[in-house]
């Protein structure tokens, strides 16, 4: 599978301020990216598909213009998370989808929102 | 149809005993099975992943079993150690699109 770097690993905002969480293929170009959140002791829950050189696919009920995804290039996508706010407070996880089809993901970003 | 269900939500596992998690699903058009694993605080990590043509696949103590018929699929962990206490995902997926995961079992391996 690929490697995949996520960062930062945790970050604290204010609320109103926005937040940038990157995550790198480090060695495999990836066409696609999908992000995830994930509250505690639950599952992971899909936010988005992202296609290098294409908007994103958002899943129903995710914001778009809250979750900026942004995958300029074949190695670089990137979740902003704008007016954070509390309930915005998450582990948010980034995968990348191999040559094999296979997943790999993120270490993930814990976000809080104070 | 496109759920995957899981359970147990929780296990308790004697060191050395056999930790079995199962997952089932609706969606005949899926053609990949993962097992994840994950700590708190780190994403999850890929265990072991199985296609339909095979019934079963095995890496080390971590076998897939797999039902096609059944629609069913299973993680089994022979020798379970204190180290395998984490949450357990199973997912599945129609090649080269999303993953859809399971609700996630949380194993604890007592000593």
């Known amino acids: 599978g690929a490697v995949v770097s996520q960062h930062p690993s945790w970050v604290i905002c204010k609320s109103g301020t926005s937040v940038k969480i990157e995550c790198r293929s480090l060695d495999f170009q990836a066409t696609t990216m999908f992000w995830y959140r994930q509250f505690p002791k639950q599952s992971l829950m899909l936010m988005a598909t992202s296609n290098e050189g294409s908007k994103a696919t958002y899943e129903q009920g995710v914001e778009k213009d809250k979750f900026l995804i942004n995958h300029a290039s074949l190695t670089l996508s990137t979740l902003t998370v704008t007016s954070a706010h509390p309930e915005d407070s998450s582990f948010y996880i980034c995968?990348?989808?191999?040559?094999?089809?296979?997943?790999?993901f993120g270490s993930g970003t814990r976000l809080t929102v104070v | 149809q496109q759920q995957v269900k899981q359970s147990p939500q929780s296990l308790i596992v004697q060191k050395g005993g056999i930790s079995i998690i199962n997952c089932a699903y609706e969606?005949?058009?899926?053609?990949?099975f993962p097992w994840y694993q994950q700590f708190p605080g780190k994403g999850p990590a890929l265990l072991i992943a199985?296609?339909?043509?095979?019934s079963e696949k095995k890496e080390g103590r971590f076998t897939i079993s797999f039902n096609k018929s059944a629609k069913q699929f299973s993680l089994h962990i022979m020798d379970s150690q204190p180290g395998d206490s984490a949450t357990y995902f199973c997912a599945a997926s129609i090649r080269g699109n999303k993953l859809v995961f399971g609700a996630g079992t949380i194993l604890r391996v007592k000593s």
């Open positions: 199985i296609r339909p043509d095979v």
């Open positions: 969606n005949t058009a899926f053609d990949y």
């Open positions: 995968s990348v989808m191999g040559r094999d089809y296979g997943y790999t």
